[in-house]
């Protein structure tokens, strides 16, 4: 094993662990605040190959949180920033770049049916559709699946592996779509680079503890980080948010 990912071994992190991931194929859907981070995570831990979507363009708003925005990249696609940032700290992996939002093309979805994980790092709140649709083929085909939207207190990881649909119908029922795209206007309002960074790093270990088999504490359940009141708690699911 190479000294890079000698360094990423503890208890949890098995050389058995570090091996298995070598050899995954893992998807990163946004490469914004949240995304931009997970990306880096994965790439400094040692994947096999990443695909990941986004068709947004740095901004200076994004200068605050979103790793690839400089000065001298605003105006730039994210994604083919974040490439090759990527390629740089570790050129082992193969990227697979789609410089469009997910779902423009109809091989999108074919192309997520060969990942082993996924990251849901886009706007969930402005695209709840999307979501559905990616989380629906993620449970219905069995592949886990991790949506961590930050909050104005803290962030919330939701993982789903459970093949049972019937919760849909928090996402399909009018009032409550009304009511996360809501509260979602409010929360990508403001969002800072260390809450990224903590939300992108609590849902990259989750994966860790998905693939040790060990400890997966927040398997079909939310696990809401309070970074205010320093708390964490969680529920089943979605729960009534």
Excluded at 25 to 42: C, D, K, N, P
């Amino acid at each position: 094993m190479q000294k890079r990912y000698e360094k990423n071994l503890d208890e949890l992190l098995t050389p058995k662990v570090q091996e298995s991931l070598l050899q995954k194929h893992i998807a990163v859907i946004g490469a914004g605040g949240q995304g931009s981070y997970v990306l880096e995570f994965l790439a400094r831990l040692g994947v096999a190959s990443i695909s990941f979507w986004d068709g947004d363009i740095y901004e200076e708003s994004n200068l605050n949180r979103q790793l690839g925005c400089l000065k001298s990249t605003i105006g730039l696609k994210k994604v083919h920033v974040l490439y090759e940032r990527l390629k740089d700290i570790n050129p082992e992996i193969y990227y697979n770049v789609h410089d469009w939002y997910f779902g423009m093309d109809p091989a999108d979805k074919d192309e997520i049916l060969s990942v082993d994980f996924i990251f849901y790092c886009a706007d969930c709140y402005q695209n709840i559709d999307t979501m559905r649709d990616i989380l629906r083929v993620a449970i219905v085909n069995g592949i886990p699946m991790i949506d961590c939207p930050v909050t104005l207190l803290g962030g919330y990881v939701h993982i789903d592996t459970n093949r049972d649909l019937s919760h849909f119908d928090l996402t399909t029922q009018n009032e409550t779509k009304q009511k996360r795209e809501t509260l979602g206007k409010q929360v990508w309002s403001n969002q800072s680079a260390y809450k990224c960074a903590i939300m992108a790093g609590e849902a990259v270990n989750q994966m860790v503890q998905y693939f040790s088999d060990c400890c997966f504490a927040s398997r079909d359940s939310t696990l809401h980080i309070d970074l205010y009141h320093h708390r964490y708690s969680q529920q089943d699911r979605f729960g009534d948010f």
